[in-house]
């Protein structure tokens, strides 16, 4: 017997803040989705959500994309890591508010850098 397969569902991080304010998140989109994650029950479900106004704007300023190529941009990866974490709180509440079984998982916690 095998087992379920896994079904990954991404949410862009347009959709659940707001792009043209940083740190601004669409707390109702949150709450509606995480309705419809619940009636859906679906088995294996890995949720995945992006940065938006939370993650963007930090990322881009310290030009994170390019990797480290200076001390400076450290702060802003840990800026950029802290205000993804506050996004994924607002989720994460939103998901058990609605009783979705969900345990968060950082990329950090899954990634290995080279050279710092």
């Given amino acids: 017997m095998s087992s379920p397969k896994s079904i990954v569902l991404k949410i862009g991080g347009?959709?659940?803040?707001?792009?043209?304010e940083e740190m601004k998140a669409n707390t109702q989109v949150i709450d509606?989705?995480?309705?419809?994650?619940?009636?859906?029950?679906?088995?294996?479900?890995l949720l995945v959500h992006g940065g938006g106004s939370f993650g963007h704007p930090v990322a881009k300023r310290y030009n994170i994309k390019?990797?480290?190529k200076e001390n400076s941009q450290k702060i802003?990866?840990?800026?950029?890591?802290h205000f993804m974490t506050v996004l994924n709180g607002l989720v994460m509440d939103s998901?058990?508010?609605?009783?979705?079984?969900?345990?968060?998982?950082?990329?950090?916690?899954?990634?290995t850098t080279k050279n710092g």
Avoid at 14 to 20: A, F, G, M, W
Avoid at 76 to 81: D, M, S, V
Avoid at 95 to 111: F, G, T
């Fill in 14 to 20: 347009s959709v659940i803040t707001d792009k043209n």
């Fill in 32 to 45: 509606r989705l995480a309705t419809e994650i619940k009636e859906a029950n679906v088995e294996n479900l």
């Fill in 66 to 68: 390019e990797g480290f």
């Fill in 76 to 81: 802003g990866f840990a800026q950029t890591h």
């Fill in 95 to 111: 998901l058990i508010w609605h009783e979705v079984l969900a345990v968060s998982i950082p990329p950090s916690a899954l990634m």
